[in-house]
């Protein structure tokens, strides 16, 4: 049985205070929810990762990374390596974000030598992609999608897509409070999971989380979440406020 997930990507939000005044509140709101297969997870900066690790230990929130570089070590000024994340003890990274495609240009080829990178320290990947609105205005969302899994993932082995989550993110719901309808999100799952199945097995294709992003709010995740196979998501927003946050994975 794959797992049900909510991340919170908190991407460039929350000091030191902020941070442990987050867990603390998500920590407190969760605790007599029953969360039988279900995950928490929170994504804060790398500066505040030890923070919430302790703020989070003893209960069931997993702190993970939003980013890591491809490299071991070196000149590479300002970046983190997956060696270092594991060994503070994160488990799971976030690669492929789509701020960090637009923003920061990592394209499909580092991609690919991040998830190496993270698979080969035992890291757990989530993997975000999706179409931006020109693709989908012009019905070409489908092949977008396939072709940044074809290339950030299909080189690997079955066997590692035990430690691979996927998030797909379409770029025009992302902050702008436009969200796909749970028809539009349904339909993309479905076909990622039949490439799933064609290019692997039945069981890679059952077994893998997909998480739709976008928008998610209180108002709209319970109507997502319903659908068959979107098993979680990756908020951004929602992710910044205890309320929000705990109504969302109320909705799981
Ligand atoms: C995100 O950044 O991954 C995201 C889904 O953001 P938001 O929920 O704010 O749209």
Known sequence: ??????????????????????????????KK????????????????LSTAMKRAKKSTIEVVAQN?????????????????????????????H???????????????EKVNAALENELEIIFCFGEQLADRKSENH????????????FHLEAISWNNIVLAYEPVWAIGTGETASPEQAQEMHAFIRKLLQEKYT????????????????PSNAEEIFSKKDVDGGLIGGASLKVEDFAAIIKAI
């Not at 049985?1 to 969760?30: E, Y």
């Not at 590479?76 to 492929?96: N, Q």
């Not at 396939?146 to 290339?151: A, D, G, H, V, W």
Request: net charge positive; aromatic share 6%; no cysteine.
């Open 202 to 217: 039945t069981a890679v294709a059952d077994t893998t989380s997909i998480l739709y992003g976008g928008s998610v709010k």
């Open 142 to 153: 489908f092949d977008v999608v396939k072709s940044q899994l074809e290339n950030g993932l």
């Open 33 to 48: 929810l029953p969360l039988n297969n279900t995950r928490v997870i929170v994504a804060p900066t790398f500066v505040n």
């Open 1 to 30: 049985m794959r797992s049900k997930i909510v991340a919170g990507n908190w991407k460039m939000n929350n000091d030191n205070k902020q941070t442990k005044a987050l867990v603390k509140g998500i920590r407190k709101s969760i």
């Open 98 to 112: 789509s701020e960090r495609r637009s923003l920061f240009g990592e394209t499909d080829a580092i991609l690919a």
């Open 68 to 96: 890591m570089h491809q490299s071991k070590n070196g000149a590479f000024t300002g970046e983190i390596s997956a060696e270092m994340l594991k060994s503070i003890g994160v488990k799971t990274v976030i690669l492929g």
